[in-house]
Protein backbone atom coordinates (compact mmCIF):
# COMPACT_ATOMS: atom_id res chain seq x y z
CA UNK A 1 0.00 0.00 0.00
CA UNK A 2 0.87 3.63 -0.64
CA UNK A 3 0.07 5.81 2.04
CA UNK A 4 -0.22 9.85 2.60
CA UNK A 5 -0.23 11.08 6.48
CA UNK A 6 -1.25 14.35 7.00
CA UNK A 7 -0.01 16.72 9.91
CA UNK A 8 3.28 17.40 11.02
CA UNK A 9 3.05 16.65 14.98
CA UNK A 10 4.39 14.49 17.59
CA UNK A 11 1.09 12.08 16.76
CA UNK A 12 1.68 11.90 13.12
CA UNK A 13 5.48 11.46 13.71
CA UNK A 14 4.10 8.45 15.76
CA UNK A 15 1.43 7.27 13.31
CA UNK A 16 4.34 7.46 10.67
CA UNK A 17 6.70 5.24 12.72
CA UNK A 18 4.09 2.74 13.69
CA UNK A 19 2.64 2.58 9.60
CA UNK A 20 6.58 2.06 8.49
CA UNK A 21 6.57 -1.19 10.24
CA UNK A 22 3.24 -2.45 8.70
CA UNK A 23 4.70 -5.12 5.48
CA UNK A 24 1.80 -4.33 4.14
CA UNK A 25 3.66 -0.43 3.24
CA UNK A 26 4.81 0.09 -0.09
CA UNK A 27 5.87 3.93 0.40
CA UNK A 28 5.01 6.27 3.02
CA UNK A 29 4.74 10.05 2.67
CA UNK A 30 3.83 13.35 5.39
CA UNK A 31 2.61 16.04 4.38
CA UNK A 32 4.38 18.36 5.21
CA UNK A 33 6.04 16.10 7.98
CA UNK A 34 8.66 17.28 10.23
CA UNK A 35 12.53 15.90 10.26
CA UNK A 36 11.46 13.04 12.26
CA UNK A 37 8.88 11.66 9.98
CA UNK A 38 11.84 11.75 7.38
CA UNK A 39 13.20 9.25 8.75
CA UNK A 40 9.85 7.01 8.01
CA UNK A 41 9.10 7.75 4.68
CA UNK A 42 9.31 11.34 2.20
CA UNK A 43 8.19 14.37 3.70
CA UNK A 44 6.21 16.11 0.66
CA UNK A 45 5.33 19.83 1.20
CA UNK A 46 1.80 20.27 -0.16
CA UNK A 47 -0.28 22.72 1.31
CA UNK A 48 -2.64 20.17 2.98
CA UNK A 49 -5.86 23.16 3.28
CA UNK A 50 -5.75 23.09 -0.78
CA UNK A 51 -7.73 20.13 -1.37
CA UNK A 52 -6.89 19.99 -5.10
CA UNK A 53 -2.99 19.66 -4.76
CA UNK A 54 -3.22 16.71 -2.30
CA UNK A 55 -5.82 14.84 -4.84
CA UNK A 56 -3.49 15.77 -7.30
CA UNK A 57 -0.71 13.93 -5.48
CA UNK A 58 -2.29 11.15 -4.34
CA UNK A 59 -3.26 10.15 -8.08
CA UNK A 60 0.18 10.54 -9.01
CA UNK A 61 1.36 8.29 -6.60
CA UNK A 62 -1.35 6.17 -6.64
CA UNK A 63 -1.97 6.12 -2.65
CA UNK A 64 -4.39 3.53 -1.86
CA UNK A 65 -4.91 5.09 1.89
CA UNK A 66 -4.61 8.71 3.21
CA UNK A 67 -4.52 9.25 6.87
CA UNK A 68 -5.53 12.28 8.65
CA UNK A 69 -3.84 13.71 11.89
CA UNK A 70 -5.09 16.85 12.65
CA UNK A 71 -8.66 18.42 13.42
CA UNK A 72 -8.47 21.31 11.42
CA UNK A 73 -8.47 19.48 7.54
CA UNK A 74 -10.98 17.11 9.02
CA UNK A 75 -13.33 19.92 9.94
CA UNK A 76 -12.48 21.38 6.52
CA UNK A 77 -13.98 18.61 4.42
CA UNK A 78 -10.55 16.74 3.45
CA UNK A 79 -12.32 13.43 3.91
CA UNK A 80 -14.99 14.63 1.54
CA UNK A 81 -13.51 15.92 -0.93
CA UNK A 82 -10.72 12.55 -1.18
CA UNK A 83 -13.48 10.34 -1.36
CA UNK A 84 -15.44 12.62 -3.94
CA UNK A 85 -12.24 12.04 -6.08
CA UNK A 86 -12.37 8.15 -5.39
CA UNK A 87 -9.40 8.33 -2.49
CA UNK A 88 -9.51 6.42 0.17
CA UNK A 89 -9.40 7.63 3.83
CA UNK A 90 -8.96 7.31 7.32
CA UNK A 91 -11.24 9.81 9.17
CA UNK A 92 -14.36 11.07 9.60
CA UNK A 93 -16.30 13.88 6.66
CA UNK A 94 -16.83 17.05 7.50
CA UNK A 95 -20.01 16.38 9.17
CA UNK A 96 -19.35 13.96 11.22
CA UNK A 97 -16.44 15.62 12.34
CA UNK A 98 -18.34 18.54 14.01
CA UNK A 99 -18.43 15.73 17.42
CA UNK A 100 -15.00 18.32 17.98
CA UNK A 101 -15.59 21.04 15.54
CA UNK A 102 -18.84 22.13 17.27
CA UNK A 103 -19.10 21.52 20.67
CA UNK A 104 -23.01 23.18 21.16
CA UNK A 105 -23.20 19.99 18.35
CA UNK A 106 -21.50 17.82 20.52
CA UNK A 107 -23.38 18.76 23.88
CA UNK A 108 -26.86 18.24 21.91
CA UNK A 109 -25.94 14.90 20.47
CA UNK A 110 -24.74 13.47 23.87
CA UNK A 111 -28.43 14.84 24.84
CA UNK A 112 -30.29 13.48 22.35
CA UNK A 113 -28.26 9.97 22.78
CA UNK A 114 -28.57 9.96 26.53
CA UNK A 115 -24.69 9.44 27.03
CA UNK A 116 -23.60 10.70 30.19
CA UNK A 117 -22.10 14.68 30.32
CA UNK A 118 -22.25 17.72 32.20
CA UNK A 119 -25.38 19.37 32.49
CA UNK A 120 -25.23 22.73 30.45
CA UNK A 121 -26.89 25.28 27.90
CA UNK A 122 -25.60 26.90 25.21
CA UNK A 123 -25.84 30.64 24.23
CA UNK A 124 -25.32 32.90 20.96
CA UNK A 125 -26.35 36.35 23.28
CA UNK A 126 -24.02 38.04 25.96
CA UNK A 127 -26.90 38.92 28.45
CA UNK A 128 -28.83 35.37 27.73
CA UNK A 129 -25.50 33.74 28.98
CA UNK A 130 -25.08 36.08 31.86
CA UNK A 131 -28.98 35.71 32.93
CA UNK A 132 -27.86 32.26 33.06
CA UNK A 133 -24.81 32.13 34.95
CA UNK A 134 -26.84 34.13 37.91
CA UNK A 135 -29.27 31.38 37.95
CA UNK A 136 -27.27 28.24 38.27
CA UNK A 137 -25.69 27.21 41.87
CA UNK A 138 -22.98 25.37 40.56
CA UNK A 139 -19.58 26.20 39.44
CA UNK A 140 -18.90 26.49 35.63
CA UNK A 141 -17.16 25.49 32.79
CA UNK A 142 -17.28 28.12 29.72
CA UNK A 143 -16.15 26.56 26.10
CA UNK A 144 -16.23 28.12 23.12
CA UNK A 145 -17.84 26.15 20.66
CA UNK A 146 -15.55 26.02 17.85
CA UNK A 147 -11.89 24.59 17.44
CA UNK A 148 -9.43 27.15 19.37
CA UNK A 149 -6.45 25.03 19.34
CA UNK A 150 -7.65 23.68 22.90
CA UNK A 151 -7.53 27.41 23.91
CA UNK A 152 -11.61 27.36 24.25
CA UNK A 153 -12.43 26.15 27.60
CA UNK A 154 -12.08 28.35 30.76
CA UNK A 155 -12.45 27.44 33.98
CA UNK A 156 -13.36 30.38 36.26
CA UNK A 157 -13.83 30.54 39.83
CA UNK A 158 -15.84 33.12 40.62
CA UNK A 159 -18.66 34.88 39.11
CA UNK A 160 -16.69 37.77 38.17
CA UNK A 161 -14.74 35.94 36.14
CA UNK A 162 -17.20 33.73 34.31
CA UNK A 163 -18.88 37.29 33.15
CA UNK A 164 -15.44 38.57 32.31
CA UNK A 165 -14.55 35.32 30.11
CA UNK A 166 -18.03 36.10 28.47
CA UNK A 167 -17.44 39.66 27.44
CA UNK A 168 -14.05 38.56 26.29
CA UNK A 169 -16.07 35.66 23.89
CA UNK A 170 -19.28 37.70 23.07
CA UNK A 171 -17.88 41.57 22.51
CA UNK A 172 -13.64 41.26 22.17
CA UNK A 173 -14.37 38.31 20.13
CA UNK A 174 -11.06 36.82 21.43
CA UNK A 175 -12.04 33.19 20.09
CA UNK A 176 -12.72 35.10 16.60
CA UNK A 177 -15.87 32.74 14.93
CA UNK A 178 -15.08 29.94 17.26
CA UNK A 179 -16.43 31.88 20.17
CA UNK A 180 -19.77 32.84 18.23
CA UNK A 181 -21.45 29.93 20.03
CA UNK A 182 -20.84 29.08 23.68
CA UNK A 183 -21.24 26.18 25.06
CA UNK A 184 -21.71 26.66 29.94
CA UNK A 185 -21.32 23.89 31.67
CA UNK A 186 -21.14 22.34 35.22
CA UNK A 187 -18.14 22.01 36.47
CA UNK A 188 -16.66 18.00 37.63
CA UNK A 189 -14.36 16.88 39.02
CA UNK A 190 -12.38 13.44 39.50
CA UNK A 191 -9.37 12.14 37.08
CA UNK A 192 -9.42 12.45 33.54
CA UNK A 193 -8.81 9.23 31.28
CA UNK A 194 -8.73 9.61 27.05
CA UNK A 195 -9.82 6.73 25.59
CA UNK A 196 -9.77 6.14 22.16
CA UNK A 197 -11.42 4.41 19.65
CA UNK A 198 -10.91 2.66 16.24
CA UNK A 199 -14.43 2.48 14.57
CA UNK A 200 -15.66 1.76 10.79
CA UNK A 201 -18.44 3.91 11.64
CA UNK A 202 -20.68 0.49 12.65
CA UNK A 203 -18.25 -1.60 14.82
CA UNK A 204 -16.57 0.15 17.57
CA UNK A 205 -12.81 -1.03 19.09
CA UNK A 206 -11.26 1.27 22.27
CA UNK A 207 -7.90 1.42 22.45
CA UNK A 208 -5.73 0.97 25.78
CA UNK A 209 -7.14 4.19 28.00
CA UNK A 210 -4.62 6.65 28.97
CA UNK A 211 -3.37 9.85 30.88
CA UNK A 212 -2.48 13.16 29.38
CA UNK A 213 -0.63 15.82 31.69
CA UNK A 214 -2.39 18.97 30.81
CA UNK A 215 -0.81 21.66 33.36
CA UNK A 216 2.29 22.79 32.45
CA UNK A 217 4.40 22.05 36.04
CA UNK A 218 4.86 19.13 38.17
CA UNK A 219 1.76 18.01 40.50
CA UNK A 220 -0.77 19.69 38.14
CA UNK A 221 0.34 23.35 38.43
CA UNK A 222 0.46 26.28 36.12
CA UNK A 223 -1.33 26.69 33.17
CA UNK A 224 -3.37 24.89 30.72
CA UNK A 225 -1.49 23.16 27.59
CA UNK A 226 -1.83 21.14 24.62
CA UNK A 227 -0.51 18.05 26.83
CA UNK A 228 3.20 17.70 28.66
CA UNK A 229 3.16 13.66 28.86
CA UNK A 230 1.38 10.54 28.65
CA UNK A 231 1.46 6.74 29.71
CA UNK A 232 -0.95 4.45 28.79
CA UNK A 233 -2.24 1.84 29.88
CA UNK A 234 -4.26 4.43 32.84
CA UNK A 235 -4.69 1.61 36.02
CA UNK A 236 -7.23 4.18 37.11
CA UNK A 237 -9.68 2.57 34.34
CA UNK A 238 -10.85 -0.73 35.78
CA UNK A 239 -12.25 -3.26 33.11
CA UNK A 240 -15.85 -2.37 34.81
CA UNK A 241 -14.96 0.66 33.34
CA UNK A 242 -14.20 -0.13 30.40
CA UNK A 243 -17.52 -1.89 29.22
CA UNK A 244 -19.60 1.06 31.13
CA UNK A 245 -17.52 3.33 28.82
CA UNK A 246 -18.21 1.03 25.42
CA UNK A 247 -22.10 0.31 26.68
CA UNK A 248 -22.55 3.92 27.50
CA UNK A 249 -20.49 6.12 25.65
CA UNK A 250 -19.26 4.69 22.30
CA UNK A 251 -21.61 2.43 21.03
CA UNK A 252 -24.35 4.94 21.62
CA UNK A 253 -22.05 7.78 20.02
CA UNK A 254 -21.26 5.28 17.20
CA UNK A 255 -25.16 4.37 16.59
CA UNK A 256 -25.96 7.87 17.29
CA UNK A 257 -23.90 9.36 14.38
CA UNK A 258 -24.68 6.71 12.03
CA UNK A 259 -28.77 6.68 12.50
CA UNK A 260 -28.55 10.39 12.03
CA UNK A 261 -27.08 10.08 8.45
CA UNK A 262 -23.22 11.18 9.96
CA UNK A 263 -21.63 7.43 9.88
CA UNK A 264 -18.34 7.98 11.50
CA UNK A 265 -15.33 6.81 10.53
CA UNK A 266 -11.60 7.34 12.10
CA UNK A 267 -10.75 7.85 15.58
CA UNK A 268 -13.61 8.72 18.32
CA UNK A 269 -11.70 10.23 21.39
CA UNK A 270 -13.99 9.92 23.89
CA UNK A 271 -12.30 12.63 26.78
CA UNK A 272 -13.34 11.02 30.10
CA UNK A 273 -13.87 12.00 33.54
CA UNK A 274 -14.13 10.23 36.13
CA UNK A 275 -16.35 11.25 38.91
CA UNK A 276 -18.14 10.10 41.95
CA UNK A 277 -20.99 9.47 40.60
CA UNK A 278 -19.95 7.46 37.20
CA UNK A 279 -17.96 8.44 34.01
CA UNK A 280 -18.88 11.37 32.19
CA UNK A 281 -17.84 12.93 28.43
CA UNK A 282 -15.93 16.02 28.61
CA UNK A 283 -15.65 16.19 25.25
CA UNK A 284 -15.26 14.17 21.84
CA UNK A 285 -12.23 14.26 19.51
CA UNK A 286 -12.57 13.04 16.38
CA UNK A 287 -9.20 12.15 15.90
CA UNK A 288 -6.03 10.31 17.54
CA UNK A 289 -4.59 12.35 20.92
CA UNK A 290 -1.26 14.26 21.00
CA UNK A 291 1.00 12.55 23.03
CA UNK A 292 -1.71 9.92 23.67
CA UNK A 293 -0.93 7.93 20.41
CA UNK A 294 2.85 8.38 21.35
CA UNK A 295 2.02 5.94 24.58
CA UNK A 296 -0.89 3.87 22.67
CA UNK A 297 0.74 3.39 19.36
CA UNK A 298 3.88 1.76 20.92
CA UNK A 299 2.09 -0.95 22.40
CA UNK A 300 -0.42 -1.57 19.78
CA UNK A 301 0.90 -5.30 18.56
CA UNK A 302 -1.78 -5.64 15.58
CA UNK A 303 -0.35 -4.05 12.16
CA UNK A 304 -1.81 -0.55 12.23
CA UNK A 305 -2.29 -0.80 8.68
CA UNK A 306 -4.89 -3.42 9.31
CA UNK A 307 -6.59 -1.93 11.26
CA UNK A 308 -7.71 1.72 9.38
CA UNK A 309 -7.47 -0.81 6.41
CA UNK A 310 -10.58 -2.41 7.77
CA UNK A 311 -11.93 0.70 9.60
CA UNK A 312 -12.21 2.12 5.74
CA UNK A 313 -13.87 -1.04 4.12
CA UNK A 314 -16.30 -1.41 6.78
CA UNK A 315 -15.52 -4.68 8.33
CA UNK A 316 -13.54 -4.00 11.28
CA UNK A 317 -15.27 -6.04 13.56
CA UNK A 318 -13.04 -8.81 11.55
CA UNK A 319 -10.32 -7.51 12.66
CA UNK A 320 -8.29 -9.38 16.51
CA UNK A 321 -6.75 -5.51 17.85
CA UNK A 322 -3.84 -7.16 20.11
CA UNK A 323 -1.89 -4.98 22.52
CA UNK A 324 1.39 -5.40 24.21
CA UNK A 325 1.56 -6.31 27.79
CA UNK A 326 3.43 -3.47 29.93
CA UNK A 327 3.40 0.36 29.70
CA UNK A 328 4.28 3.10 27.78
CA UNK A 329 5.05 6.40 28.89
CA UNK A 330 5.90 10.23 26.65
CA UNK A 331 7.89 13.15 28.06
CA UNK A 332 7.09 15.92 26.19
CA UNK A 333 10.32 18.36 26.04
CA UNK A 334 9.31 21.84 25.40
CA UNK A 335 10.64 24.98 24.57
CA UNK A 336 10.68 28.60 27.25
CA UNK A 337 7.90 29.95 27.05
CA UNK A 338 5.16 27.50 26.45
CA UNK A 339 2.22 27.73 26.32
CA UNK A 340 2.21 31.49 26.07
CA UNK A 341 4.75 32.50 23.53
CA UNK A 342 7.02 29.81 22.99
CA UNK A 343 11.24 30.80 21.92
CA UNK A 344 12.09 29.00 18.51
CA UNK A 345 15.56 28.45 16.31
CA UNK A 346 17.10 26.70 19.28
CA UNK A 347 19.73 24.06 17.83
CA UNK A 348 19.18 20.67 19.37
CA UNK A 349 21.96 18.48 20.47
CA UNK A 350 21.37 14.54 20.54
CA UNK A 351 22.92 11.77 22.04
CA UNK A 352 22.09 8.07 21.09
CA UNK A 353 19.57 6.61 22.72
CA UNK A 354 18.69 3.09 23.58
CA UNK A 355 16.67 0.68 21.42
CA UNK A 356 13.71 0.81 23.80
CA UNK A 357 13.56 4.95 23.58
CA UNK A 358 12.02 6.79 20.56
CA UNK A 359 12.04 10.62 19.97
CA UNK A 360 8.71 11.66 18.64
CA UNK A 361 9.61 15.27 16.80
CA UNK A 362 7.16 18.22 17.00
CA UNK A 363 7.71 21.52 16.31
CA UNK A 364 10.94 21.06 14.93
CA UNK A 365 12.59 22.11 11.14
CA UNK A 366 15.83 21.31 9.50
CA UNK A 367 18.27 24.66 9.16
CA UNK A 368 19.96 25.26 6.23
CA UNK A 369 23.18 23.78 7.56
CA UNK A 370 21.11 20.38 8.33
CA UNK A 371 20.86 20.93 11.85
CA UNK A 372 17.74 20.29 13.90
CA UNK A 373 16.12 23.43 15.56
CA UNK A 374 13.40 23.83 17.01
CA UNK A 375 9.86 25.55 15.63
CA UNK A 376 7.15 25.39 18.33
CA UNK A 377 5.91 24.87 21.67
CA UNK A 378 5.84 21.08 22.09
CA UNK A 379 9.47 20.00 20.66
CA UNK A 380 9.82 16.20 21.19
CA UNK A 381 7.69 13.34 22.89
CA UNK A 382 10.39 11.26 24.57
CA UNK A 383 8.94 7.70 24.77
CA UNK A 384 9.56 4.39 26.02
CA UNK A 385 7.80 1.06 26.85
CA UNK A 386 8.32 -1.57 29.67
CA UNK A 387 6.92 -4.69 31.25
CA UNK A 388 6.09 -2.34 34.32
CA UNK A 389 4.74 1.63 34.11
CA UNK A 390 7.77 1.77 36.82
CA UNK A 391 10.93 0.44 34.47
CA UNK A 392 9.39 2.88 31.57
CA UNK A 393 9.23 5.81 33.92
CA UNK A 394 13.04 5.33 34.91
CA UNK A 395 14.20 4.37 31.69
CA UNK A 396 12.42 7.61 29.78
CA UNK A 397 13.85 10.18 32.73
CA UNK A 398 17.61 8.38 32.60
CA UNK A 399 17.57 9.45 28.62
CA UNK A 400 15.96 12.28 29.17
CA UNK A 401 19.10 15.13 29.00
CA UNK A 402 19.70 12.87 26.00
CA UNK A 403 17.82 15.07 23.75
CA UNK A 404 18.46 18.66 24.61
CA UNK A 405 17.98 22.22 23.61
CA UNK A 406 18.56 25.87 24.99
CA UNK A 407 15.41 26.73 27.56
CA UNK A 408 14.01 22.88 27.57
CA UNK A 409 11.13 22.48 29.66
CA UNK A 410 9.55 19.27 31.01
CA UNK A 411 7.68 18.35 33.26
CA UNK A 412 9.67 15.50 36.28
CA UNK A 413 5.97 13.31 37.60
CA UNK A 414 4.58 11.98 34.41
CA UNK A 415 3.27 8.95 35.40
CA UNK A 416 4.36 9.04 38.55
CA UNK A 417 0.50 9.32 39.63
CA UNK A 418 0.28 5.71 39.06
CA UNK A 419 3.29 4.89 41.23
CA UNK A 420 1.78 6.10 44.54
CA UNK A 421 -1.52 4.89 43.86
CA UNK A 422 0.19 1.06 44.14
CA UNK A 423 2.23 2.15 47.20
CA UNK A 424 -1.12 3.66 48.86
P1 LIG B 1 -11.78 20.05 26.55
O1 LIG B 1 -10.99 20.78 25.51
O2 LIG B 1 -13.26 20.15 26.40
O3 LIG B 1 -11.26 18.64 26.80
O4 LIG B 1 -11.42 20.74 27.91
C1 LIG B 1 -10.09 20.89 28.30
C2 LIG B 1 -9.95 20.56 29.76
O5 LIG B 1 -10.83 21.39 30.51
C3 LIG B 1 -10.38 19.14 30.10
O6 LIG B 1 -9.35 18.21 29.88
C4 LIG B 1 -10.70 19.31 31.57
O7 LIG B 1 -9.52 19.33 32.35
C5 LIG B 1 -11.31 20.68 31.62
N1 LIG B 1 -12.79 20.57 31.55
C6 LIG B 1 -13.56 20.63 30.45
N2 LIG B 1 -14.86 20.49 30.78
C7 LIG B 1 -14.92 20.34 32.11
C8 LIG B 1 -15.97 20.14 33.06
N3 LIG B 1 -17.25 20.10 32.71
N4 LIG B 1 -15.62 20.03 34.35
C9 LIG B 1 -14.34 20.09 34.75
N5 LIG B 1 -13.30 20.26 33.91
C10 LIG B 1 -13.58 20.39 32.61
N1 LIG C 1 -4.16 15.45 24.39
C1 LIG C 1 -5.40 16.05 24.14
C2 LIG C 1 -5.83 16.08 22.74
O1 LIG C 1 -5.22 15.49 21.87
O2 LIG C 1 -6.83 16.72 22.46
Same mark, same amino acid.
Given at each position: MNVLIIGSGGREHALAWKVAQSPRLSKLFIAPGNPGTMTCGENVPIDTDNHADVIRFCMDERIDLVIVGPEIPLAAGLVDSLFESGIRCFGPKQAAAQIESSKVFSKDFMARHHIPTARYATFTQLDEAIRYLKSVDYPVVIKASGLAAGKGVILPDTFEKAKTTLENIFIEKTFGDAGLEVVIEERLSGQEVSLMSFTDGTSVMPMLPAQDHKRLLDDDQGPNTGGMGAYAPAPIFTAEMMTEAIESVLKPA? @? !????? !??? *? %? /?VLYAGLILTKSGLSVLEFNCRFGDPETQVVLPLLETDLLDVVDACVNGNLADVDIRWKDGAAVCVVLASKGYPEKSESGKKVEFSELPENVVC *??????? @??? /??????? /?? %? *?GLTTWANEIGVAIRDVYANIEKVSFEGMQYRNDIGKRTLSRTHG
Open positions: I @D !GMRME !GNP *F %V /G *FYAGTKT @DSN /GNIITAG /GR %V *F
